[in-house]
C-alpha cells in the first residue's frame, strides 16, 4: 500500500501569514493527489485535485503543487475561517486509496 | 444538486455485525465513472478509506480490513451498504460516505455525508 505522510503535524500561524503543508508519499503517485480542509464535527472539503487544480468554489488563497513523490499545499493569506485540519489523500492506485495523517493548524 | 447521507445504528456490541447505508440524491451510480466510498474518521484521529463501488458493481476494499467488509448497492434505491463483521472499540468512529469519480480527472471525493458516529461499546 502507498503511505502517505504529512508534515507537519500541527503548525501555528497568524491570520494574514502564508503556511505550507507537505505530504509525501512513499512511491510515485504522479499527479494523483487531493487536499481537503476538515472543520471540528464537519465532513471533509475537497480542495485541490490533480495535485494542483482548485476545486469549484474554493478560494484562489489555495494553491497546490509537487508530481512524483512530493506535494504541497499552500495558503498564501490565512483568513480566520482557514483553521482547520488538511489531509492530503492519494489516488494513482485508485481505486485503493490512502489518506495522510492530518494537519493540524492553529492560530498564532 | 448532489448530497448523500449516512445512516445506522449509533451504538453496537462488541462481536455484533454494523450496517450502514448512504442514501444518496443528485447522480446516478449507473452512470460511467461514478463510485462511492465509505471511509471512517475514529474521534481525534485521520481519514481511513474502508471500501469503494463503482458504477459497473465492482468492489474493492482496505487491505487491512477486507475480511470483514462487504459493500453493495441499490442503485434503483440509491443506496450503497456497508456492513463491517466482528465489531470491536477500536471501530469506534464516524463513519462517512462519499462521492468520487474515476475518469475525469478529479480523483478526490467532491462530495462527502454529514457522518454517522459509530460507538462500539457493550
Known amino acids: 500500500d502507498i503511505q502517505m505522510t504529512q508534515s507537519p503535524s500541527s503548525v501555528s500561524a497568524s491570520v494574514g501569514d502564508r503556511v505550507t503543508i507537505t505530504c509525501r508519499a512513499s512511491q510515485g503517485i504522479s499527479s494523483w493527489l487531493a487536499w481537503y480542509q476538515q472543520k471540528p464535527g464537519k465532513a471533509p472539503k475537497l480542495l485541490i485535485y490533480a495535485a494542483s487544480s482548485l476545486q469549484s468554489g474554493v478560494p484562489s488563497r489555495f494553491s497546490g503543487s509537487g508530481s512524483g513523490t512530493d506535494f504541497t499545499l499552500t495558503i498564501s493569506s490565512l483568513q480566520p475561517e482557514d483553521f482547520a485540519t488538511y489531509y492530503c489523500q492519494q489516488a494513482n492506485s485508485f481505486p485503493l486509496i490512502t489518506f495522510g495523517q492530518g494537519t493540524r493548524l492553529e492560530i498564532k | 444538486q448532489v448530497t448523500l447521507r449516512e445512516s445506522g445504528p449509533a451504538l453496537v456490541k462488541p462481536t455484533q455485525t454494523l450496517t450502514l447505508t448512504c442514501t444518496f440524491s443528485?447522480?446516478?451510480?449507473?452512470?460511467?465513472?461514478?463510485?462511492v466510498s465509505w471511509i471512517r474518521q475514529p474521534p481525534g484521529k485521520a481519514l481511513e478509506w474502508l471500501a469503494l463501488i463503482d458504477w459497473d458493481d465492482d468492489k474493492y476494499y482496505s487491505t487491512s480490513l477486507k475480511t470483514r467488509l462487504t459493500i453493495s448497492k441499490d442503485t434503483s434505491k440509491n443506496q450503497v451498504v456497508l456492513t463491517m463483521t466482528n465489531m470491536d472499540p477500536v471501530d469506534t468512529a464516524t463513519y462517512y460516505c462519499a462521492r468520487i469519480l474515476y475518469g475525469s480527472g478529479n480523483r478526490g471525493f467532491d462530495y462527502w455525508g454529514q457522518g454517522t458516529l459509530v460507538t462500539v461499546s457493550s
Open positions: 443528485g447522480f446516478s451510480l449507473s452512470t460511467s465513472g461514478m463510485c
